[in-house]
């Protein structure tokens, strides 16, 4: 008689670790599927299946594009096709148009006992909400253009308008009642606001002009936007404007938000640190790498728009 205990509890230890990476599997809301090197589908997860309406049965043995892309070969993006021809993990952000959803598209590979590559794993992130919030910013951003344009228009011609009364009250011999330097001024400032080759390290105090990040993009579109930045990086962000208020924030440690950030003393430091930091970014600095009055270590870097200095990223 022979005791097989010992490979008995190694096959049950197998078993369970099978059913745990199973779970672990169908639990991811990506689509995830296992592909062999013919792009044949081994396994997919439930929300592959979910997604396209289908038993997962239905989808093990088949081509992956035949129901993804509904072709009958590859497309020529396909990061998969890629991997299979040089062994590297590749990645493309992609619609796929017959579920009307934006996806980030990434493969890595599979390797057998001797290092061949034997399959990929294909996952497909949809980032449908954030495209649909870039393409409303863009929007946004080309419509806050024209009227700025519109505005220097106007304002140009109020300029042209002064320029004019000078010239009548010189020929009659009166004082001029708008002075030519004020008139050169307007127009440098202008200059600075609204072309696009304005040079950013201009101080905010000298244009006189301001322009308001919250009116202009919104709390909730620019919450979203940095939220999803900070999701992919992994990393703290906030936007905070040149007299130190927070317009927005994500993924903070709780060691700002409940402790730092509501103590009175503590406090005091974020915001002097906030403002010192805006103060030297205005005069030409393009990013920053410091320690805040309370020990932290941030970088940051000026938000530039039109040409002026308008907020500060940080990220730390």
Known sequence: MEDITEEKTTEKGIQVEKLEWGRTFDSVQDLMFVLDTDFTVKRVNRSTARKLGLDPQEIVGRKCFEFMHQTQEPPDYCPNRKLLQDGCDHSVERSLDNLERWFDI???SLFGMHGEIIGSVHVAHDTTERKLAENQLRASLDQTKHIKQLMQGREMRIVELKEGINRLCKERGRPEPYGGISIV????????????GAE???STADREVSIDLLDLIGRPLMQQLLDSFCEAVNIAAAIIDLKGEVLVGSHWQPICTEFHRVNERTLQNCVESDTMLASRLDEGEHHLIYTCGNGLKDAASPVIIGGLHVANA???
Request: proline letters at 10%; aromatic letters at 10%.
């Open 200 to 202: 950013p390290g201009l």
């Open 106 to 108: 990434s493969v890595s």
């Open 314 to 316: 940080f990220i730390g």
């Open 185 to 196: 001024k307007e127009h440098a400032k202008m200059e600075a606001v609204f072309e696009p």
